[in-house]
């Protein structure tokens, strides 16, 4: 059986193929028309799932989609006349599309696809839920989702047994934790869905000078976790903005302009609200444990990508493991809608997988030697390509050099993380690396950390995460760190054993990689290691400020030649900027690099 899941027009709009509950393919649309946080109907990320899964739309025997979209155009109606006239602006620019396109979601989806099966359409939060707990390894397992909005619901807790999952409260809209960090991530300057990142980066240089102002002010939140905001601080139920005037009585000024200088005052913006969100999510899950009592917990949903919060809770005990969907935002929604179809309505059993169903998030497109030799000769790059030791031995020797390496092998990584498919890669040992990144590679702001990458049989060794971490959504302290000054200049100012993955409180987001979820990037760390004793790189996404996560070998090289990398490992082939990038290499380094098993 082969069932579709799409999710689409709101922001991170992408496509999935299930075949008999096994992912065959998953895929962001923005990867494909290099249009960030592309939201549109997923036209070329479908196609991709059907190729990779080698059939047609009129194969498909079912097509879920993410949500239910009359009980979210009711949620929009009522939000618009609650709020009338203040709402008119944004209620005359929504409604031609939802007129022309997403009230007749049904009859886009036939026609695209040219099929005539069944239709499914789960809550939003219904698709989140779904995404955590069934690829979860856990046969049983309390469930949070915690995001902006869906239909009318912004948070929900539930639990998952076998195939089935129950929701069993929820929190609604307009009072939202994800649409609170948003809201702050537009005064603070920074741009709504794709900006949280910065706010959560920019967070540790702050002070939490704001905490109370946003507990007596803004957030009533209960022990139980369950909350409500004061909306006249707010001005996103109408529609345009974020934020009110008043919020910016409170906080002493209007929003921050975007791309002017950063103030103290956003610094401890974000970090009081940073305490905030830590602190409502703790409650949840302490609140979620005592009714559910189950062991092991699952998260998905915007919120659950504040890696921060993540660690929090974790080392916090409440749950023995805790498992959350790394594509957790809107893109993930569309596995879920599938997972949803195969499991609730179709009724098919669930064994679950270990170390979970997600193949380490690698369901994206894959490119052969041949395809990738042929393009290099077309561009009269023609090279001989590598075994893989050689070319973990010679991009190790590279980054051990100071080298910054590109690093594009195998499927794309489905979800916002580089996890070692669509990476950049440096020595993370090096106290400029991190200055040099931002400024001369991603060419964005200089406060953002990066993250390690680690052996995860060597984790222990540099890193206090408590479990381990293969999507990135761990973060925890980086041992022998410790931070100096009091401002944006402090990172070059860290002790740390890892300077460049070191954030200014001591932390890192880890990724810990094994030997069977991604064999060669294992196989570098490791040449790394031989050469170096350190079995950590820095590794960022690939790409450049603006733009998505690079897809296709034509993405890589483009990217490459417009920034500072020095070298490219695209496939078995081996770039170079210059001849002398290539560092020569002492036999016993040689041998230690290419001699692993």
Same mark, same amino acid.
């Given at each position: 059986?082969?069932?579709?899941g799409?999710?689409?027009?709101?922001?991170?709009?992408?496509?999935c193929?299930?075949?008999?509950?096994?992912?065959?393919?998953?895929?962001?649309?923005?990867?494909?028309?290099?249009?960030?946080?592309?939201?549109s109907?997923?036209?070329?990320?479908?196609?991709y799932?059907?190729?990779?899964?080698?059939?047609?739309?009129?194969?498909?025997?079912?097509?879920a989609y993410?949500?239910?979209?009359?009980?979210?155009?009711?949620?929009?109606?009522?939000s618009?006349?609650?709020?009338?006239?203040?709402?008119?602006?944004?209620?005359?620019?929504?409604?031609?599309?939802?007129?022309?396109?997403k009230?007749?979601?049904?009859d886009?989806?036939?026609?695209?696809?040219?099929?005539?099966g069944?239709l499914?359409?789960?809550?939003?939060?219904?698709?989140?839920?779904?995404?955590?707990?069934?690829?979860?390894?856990?046969?049983?397992?309390?469930?949070?989702?915690?995001?902006g909005?869906?239909?009318?619901?912004t948070?929900?807790?539930?639990?998952?047994?076998?195939?089935?999952?129950?929701?069993?409260?929820?929190?609604?809209?307009p009072?939202?934790?994800?649409?609170? =960090?948003? @809201?702050? *991530? %537009?005064?603070c300057? #920074? !741009?709504?869905?794709?900006?949280?990142? $910065?706010?959560? /980066?920019?967070?540790p =240089?702050? @002070?939490? *000078? %704001?905490?109370?102002? #946003? !507990?007596?002010?803004?957030i009533?939140? $209960?022990?139980? /976790?369950?909350?409500?905001?004061?909306?006249?601080?707010f001005?996103?139920?109408?529609?345009?903005?974020?934020?009110?005037?008043?919020?910016?009585?409170?906080?002493?000024?209007?929003?921050?302009?975007?791309?002017?200088?950063?103030?103290r005052?956003?610094?401890?913006?974000?970090?009081?609200?940073?305490?905030?969100?830590?602190?409502?999510?703790?409650?949840?899950?302490?609140?979620?444990?005592?009714?559910?009592?189950?062991?092991?917990?699952?998260?998905?949903?915007?919120?659950?990508?504040?890696?921060?919060?993540?660690g929090?809770?974790?080392?916090?005990?409440?749950?023995e493991?805790?498992?959350?969907?790394?594509?957790?935002g809107?893109a993930?929604?569309?596995l879920?809608?599938?997972?949803?179809?195969?499991?609730?309505?179709q009724?098919?059993?669930?064994t679950p997988?270990?170390?979970?169903?997600m193949?380490?998030?690698?369901?994206?497109?894959?490119?052969?030697?041949?395809?990738?030799?042929?393009?290099l000769?077309?561009?009269?790059?023609?090279?001989?390509?590598?075994?893989?030791?050689?070319?973990?031995?010679?991009?190790?020797?590279?980054?051990?050099a100071?080298?910054?390496?590109?690093?594009?092998?195998?499927?794309?990584?489905?979800?916002?993380?580089?996890?070692?498919?669509?990476?950049?890669?440096?020595?993370?040992?090096?106290?400029?690396?991190?200055?040099?990144?931002?400024?001369?590679?991603?060419?964005?702001?200089?406060?953002?950390?990066?993250?390690?990458?680690?052996?995860?049989?060597?984790?222990?060794?540099?890193?206090?995460?408590?479990?381990?971490?293969?999507?990135m959504?761990l973060?925890g302290?980086?041992?022998?760190?410790?931070?100096?000054?009091?401002s944006?200049?402090?990172?070059?100012?860290?002790?740390?054993?890892?300077?460049?993955?070191?954030?200014?409180d001591g932390?890192?987001?880890?990724?810990?990689v094994?030997?069977?979820?991604?064999?060669?990037?294992?196989?570098l760390?490791?040449?790394?290691?031989?050469?170096?004793?350190?079995?950590?790189?820095?590794?960022?996404?690939?790409?450049?400020?603006?733009?998505?996560?690079?897809?296709?070998?034509?993405?890589?090289?483009?990217?490459?030649?417009r920034?500072?990398?020095?070298?490219?490992?695209?496939g078995?082939y081996?770039?170079?900027?210059?001849?002398?990038?290539?560092?020569?290499?002492?036999?016993g380094?040689?041998?230690?690099?290419?001699?692993l098993?």
């Amino acid at each position: 059986m082969n069932i579709l899941g799409i999710s689409c027009w709101y922001h991170d709009a992408a496509a999935c193929l299930l075949r008999d509950g096994v992912i065959v393919a998953a895929a962001q649309e923005e990867r494909f028309t290099r249009i960030k946080h592309d939201a549109s109907f997923p036209r070329r990320a479908i196609a991709y799932c059907l190729e990779a899964g080698g059939i047609q739309g009129s194969d498909l025997d079912v097509v879920a989609y993410y949500d239910k979209p009359f009980l979210k155009f009711e949620r929009l109606l009522e939000s618009y006349l609650s709020y009338a006239p203040q709402g008119l602006p944004s209620f005359l620019k929504a409604m031609p599309l939802w007129l022309k396109q997403k009230l007749w979601i049904p009859d886009l989806l036939r026609k695209e696809l040219s099929f005539a099966g069944a239709l499914v359409f789960p809550e939003h939060h219904e698709s989140h839920a779904a995404s955590a707990f069934f690829p979860s390894p856990f046969e049983q397992a309390a469930i949070i989702t915690t995001d902006g909005v869906g239909e009318w619901a912004t948070a929900t807790y539930g639990a998952g047994e076998g195939a089935r999952i129950a929701l069993s409260a929820e929190i609604q809209f307009p009072h939202s934790l994800g649409l609170l =960090y948003s @809201a702050i *991530t %537009y005064f603070c300057g #920074f !741009r709504v869905n794709s900006g949280e990142y $910065k706010l959560m /980066g920019l967070a540790p =240089y702050g @002070a939490p *000078t %704001y905490v109370q102002a #946003f !507990r007596d002010e803004i957030i009533d939140l $209960k022990a139980d /976790g369950s909350f409500r905001l004061n909306m006249a601080y707010f001005a996103y139920p109408a529609g345009l903005r974020m934020t009110g005037r008043r919020l910016s009585r409170l906080f002493g000024g209007p929003p921050r302009k975007p791309e002017s200088t950063l103030t103290r005052r956003e610094m401890d913006l974000a970090r009081s609200v940073q305490i905030v969100i830590e602190d409502a999510v703790l409650r949840i899950a302490r609140h979620v444990k005592g009714v559910t009592q189950a062991p092991n917990l699952c998260m998905a949903g915007g919120v659950a990508l504040n890696c921060v919060a993540n660690g929090k809770l974790l080392r916090s005990g409440l749950f023995e493991k805790l498992w959350i969907q790394p594509a957790a935002g809107d893109a993930g929604g569309a596995l879920g809608a599938a997972l949803m179809a195969w499991h609730m309505h179709q009724g098919h059993p669930r064994t679950p997988s270990h170390p979970d169903a997600m193949q380490g998030g690698y369901l994206g497109p894959h490119f052969s030697d041949e395809a990738i030799g042929a393009l290099l000769a077309e561009k009269g790059m023609a090279q001989e390509p590598l075994d893989e030791r050689a070319l973990c031995g010679r991009v190790a020797a590279l980054l051990a050099a100071g080298k910054v390496v590109g690093w594009f092998q195998g499927r794309m990584e489905f979800g916002p993380r580089a996890l070692g498919a669509r990476s950049i890669l440096a020595d993370p040992r090096g106290r400029d690396m991190q200055r040099l990144l931002n400024q001369k590679i991603k060419f964005r702001e200089s406060f953002r950390p990066f993250a390690p990458s680690v052996l995860a049989e060597a984790a222990s060794g540099s890193f206090d995460v408590g479990a381990e971490s293969p999507y990135m959504l761990l973060v925890g302290a980086v041992k022998g760190a410790h931070s100096h000054g009091d401002s944006l200049d402090r990172l070059a100012h860290i002790s740390s054993p890892l300077a460049a993955v070191t954030h200014i409180d001591g932390s890192a987001r880890v990724h810990t990689v094994t030997a069977s979820a991604n064999p060669p990037f294992w196989r570098l760390l490791k040449a790394f290691d031989a050469l170096t004793g350190c079995p950590v790189l820095v590794n960022t996404s690939f790409n450049v400020r603006g733009e998505p996560i690079v897809c296709t070998p034509q993405d890589a090289l483009a990217c490459f030649e417009r920034t500072h990398m020095d070298a490219l490992a695209l496939g078995s082939y081996l770039l170079l900027k210059s001849p002398e990038s290539d560092p020569s290499l002492t036999a016993g380094a040689i041998a230690a690099a290419y001699g692993l098993d």
